[in-house]
């Protein structure tokens, strides 16, 4: 069993910044591909970044392309979410996801294991 658990979200006006993070339990976890998704009210859950096991290839979403960064720390059992130029649009809750595939998938489905979410609120 692989348990997720995020933290980092809050309250910022535009412009502002945040550091998500995901701390990840469980027999495995530097092989593992890991990303993130968010989902704001009404809306799919849309995708927003992932990186391989070793953290050496990461990928985004165009829509947070140049303004997020993710990172892991496989020591730590952590990855993060560096989010700067915060948006309106960028409000949602936030999930981090591991699935067993090294090279991170991007479809929600193909992920096996979620955390329970940490809310993202960027003001006008």
């Known amino acids: 069993q692989v348990q997720l658990v995020e933290s980092g979200g809050g309250l910022v006006q535009a412009g502002g910044s945040l550091r998500l993070s995901c701390v990840v339990s469980?027999?495995?976890?530097?092989?593992?591909?890991m990303a993130w998704f968010r989902q704001a009210p009404g809306k799919e859950r849309e995708y927003v970044s992932r990186?391989?096991?070793?953290?050496?290839?990461?990928y985004y979403a165009d829509s947070v392309k140049g303004r997020f960064t993710i990172s892991r720390d496989n020591a730590r059992n952590t990855v993060y979410l560096q989010m700067i130029s915060l948006k309106p649009e960028d409000t949602a809750v936030y999930y981090c996801?591991?699935?067993?595939?090294?090279?991170?998938?991007?479809?929600?489905?193909?992920?096996?294991?979620w955390g329970q979410g940490t809310q993202v609120t960027v003001s006008s």
């Open positions: 469980g027999r495995i976890f530097r092989n593992f591909g």
């Open positions: 996801a591991v699935s067993r595939d090294y090279s991170a998938p991007r479809e929600p489905y193909e992920y096996d294991s």
């Open positions: 990186i391989i096991g070793s953290g050496s290839v990461t």
